[in-house]
């Protein structure tokens, strides 16, 4: 017997019936553990739902949208009155984004932007040979849209890097490969809007998830697109940013329009079922966890009871050489958090495994492409909760029937024999 | 005189509130002498045992006063009962109550351990002593289970003895032996009451093993009808 009275005894007890223990040991295990699972899973499972739309998705997106202007010119020399002439119609190149080199650099030194990717686009005829195919173009800011988009995730084939280290070379979507029958190294000529033509080098595949936009949209170096489209550097279409925290996008596209004469939609207008879905998601989960810890909870406390009914001859013995009720409290009380410590490690570390091996089950789908396996979140946050969650019940489910034992009257034991 | 008293009852009474207020005692007053062996007889239900839980502090629902070595036992809370039982009372029950979840040797210690005046290899050693006296050394690292019913007590009368209690009070002591065990249990208590001025208080039916004790308290129905 080692340790003080007190520890000595209440290692002794539970060495003593060491099945007994483990089993209420494992009951802790198995709760933390399924709840460290469930959870795990679960968050993984929504995070790749919201990848879903959040990689699609820039949390702000800038652009100047082609439209009628809502006050001809004449209307404002000859104010309420009629006029005849409604002949202004909007120029093609007025989609660039006016000022962008200064919005731009607005947005790079803003405190909560985390990415800026400008982009340009543009309608051409993918021609190879005698087919000729209607699509678009997208000029792409490599570095950036790999370090802070998730652009590169969706290349399947190739890699996006090659965009910058091939001169004159495409991403083209897998749709578009396969009706022209393209491999990588392929020449494919280009037909611009204005007739002219380029040839580019096949580098990379991508899959976007949505098929009809895989045959249509191919991806180039943005300054690639820029000389095949004549027009100067600061000439974009749309700019991409991705913020820290994503909540602040409708304010941030609010003052951006405002302050710089452009259109920008924020990520919650654009998908507004996102947001519920989320909610939803999240809300099921944390149901789930609850009910698991109020489960694994109920099991520990029957059990720990049972462990000091059982006892109740050791305590009265105790009691009559001198044990004082606290005593008698402070052992089971060792011993249900011992169970709980131990039983709730076990389960973190068996949740862990449990978690990994879910994570190497195959799971392919075609609107993900990066994802091979099942997604299990491991967020220490759940370990943290279902370790302290152990601890606490145990704590109480060992708590109501110490206080119980602490209370009981020696003699009613010892003389009832 | 009084303070060769160890233990002392002045018109101590109990009632069964539970079972129909039936008084069980009825101002018991008895006492114990330094170094005395007394023994407490008297025919089953007559209230004998009921007084001995009320004098070893576990029961503490009674009218009356009782002084354990010159301090008064009312109105103390359960944690300084619990000391005083620990410090000056030894306990010896009708069945062993050994605890099966420690060794012979850590049963004898406990009540030790629990006090904390020695440091643990102190107690350790003093335990042997105590099982070396009552000569079952030899199953220091039984488990209790393993025992036989004679050395069973003889362990829990040493666990008894591990702190040097003022008095040792025993239910029944010989109950549940044979002839043999409980001539050596006498024997036992004799030797330390004759030997190491314990004092002893037993409750037993065994009008023998009374006879032969310094002083036997004779009680029926809740009272005390003799103390020769």
Known sequence: MKGGAVTGIAWALMMAKWRQTLVAGLGVMFGITMFVTMLGFMTGL???LDGLILNRTPHVRIYHELKATPLQPVQKVLQDQQHFIRSIRPLVSKNKIRNSEALTAYLKKHPNVAGVAPRVSSQVFYSLGTSNLGGTLQGVDVATESAKFHLADYVTEG???NLINVPNSIIIGKGIADIMLLKIGDPLEII???ASSK?????????SGIKDIDKVLSYTDVSNLQSMMDVP????????VNLKDMKQAPVLAGEISKMFDVDAEDIQKANSQFETGTKVRTIISYSVGITLLIVAGFGIYNILNML?????????ILK??????SDVKRIFSIISVSIGIGGGIAGMLMGFILSNVIDQIPFNTASLPTVKTYPVSYNPGFYAIAFLFSFVTTFFAGYFPSRKASQMDPVSIIRGK | MRNTRILEANSVSKVFADSGDLQVLHEVSMHVEQGEFVSIVGKSGCGKSTLLYILSTMDTNYSGDIFLDGQLLKGRTPEELARIRNEKIGFVFQFHYLLNEFSVLENVMLPAIKLGKYPRHQIREMALEKLRMLDVMSEAN??????????????AIARALINSPKIIIADEPTGNLDQVNSEIVFNIFTELSGVFKQSLLVVTHDKEFASRTDRIIEMVDGRVVSQV
């Open chain 2, 142 to 155: 039984k488990n209790p289970n393993q025992l036989s019913g004679g050395q069973k007590q003889r362990v």
């Open chain 1, 308 to 316: 000091i009914y059982e006892k109740m001859d050791t305590i009265a």
């Open chain 1, 199 to 207: 040839r580019l080098k096949v580098v990379g595949f991508f899959q």
């Open chain 1, 46 to 48: 929504n995070h790749l």
């Open chain 1, 192 to 194: 611009m809007p204005d």
């Open chain 1, 320 to 325: 009559a050489m001198g044990y004082s009720g």
């Open chain 1, 159 to 161: 890699d996006i890097t």
């Open chain 1, 233 to 240: 550097s600061d000439h974009f279409t749309e700019i991409y």
